[in-house]
Nanobody, 121 residues
Framework: QVHVAESGGGLVQAGGSLRLSCTAS????????MGWFRQAPGKEREFVSS????????DYADSVKGRFTISRDGAKNTVYLQMNSLKPEDTAVYYC??????????????WGQGTQVTVSS
C-alpha cells in the first residue's frame, strides 16, 4: 500500500552534516506517522526519530536530541532527517518507516531498504 525509499547517505567527517530523504508513494501517505531507525554493525536496530501526521509532534532518541531534526513535506511525499554534528557512533544503516508514531519497530508496517551513513573520525 505504501512504498518507502531512503536516500542521502554517504561518508562524512566527524562534526559534519548530512540530510537524509525518504519518499513514499500512495495517496495515504499523510495518514501515516513516519519514523527513522538505524542499525550499526553488531548492534540491534534502534529508534532515532519520529514525526506525526501533521508534522507538529516529533520525538527523538536521547542520543541524537539536539543534533538531528525530522521534518516532512506532504506535497512532496517526503520526510527528511537533518543530521548535524555527526559522530562516529552515528555510523549505521538508516531506515525510514511508515506507521503509527512510536518508538517500537513493530508499529511500522512499511519500511525502506536503508541508506548507509558513515562518519569518520
Amino acid at each position: 500500500q505504501v512504498h518507502v525509499a531512503e536516500s542521502g547517505g554517504g561518508l562524512v567527517q566527524a562534526g559534519g552534516s548530512l540530510r537524509l530523504s525518504c519518499t513514499a508513494s500512495g495517496r495515504t501517505f499523510s495518514r501515516y506517522s513516519m519514523g527513522w531507525f538505524r542499525q550499526a554493525p553488531g548492534k540491534e536496530r534502534e529508534f532515532v526519530s519520529s514525526i506525526n501526521w501533521s508534522g507538529g509532534v516529533t520525538d527523538y532518541a536521547d542520543s541524537v536530541k539536539g543534533r538531528f531534526t525530522i521534518s516532512r513535506d506532504g506535497a512532496k511525499n517526503t520526510v527528511y532527517l537533518q543530521m548535524n554534528s555527526l559522530k562516529p557512533e552515528d555510523t549505521a544503516v538508516y531506515y525510514c518507516a511508515a506507521g503509527s508514531a512510536s518508538r517500537h519497530q513493530y508499529e511500522y508496517p512499511y519500511w525502506g531498504q536503508g541508506t548507509q551513513v558513515t562518519v569518520s573520525s
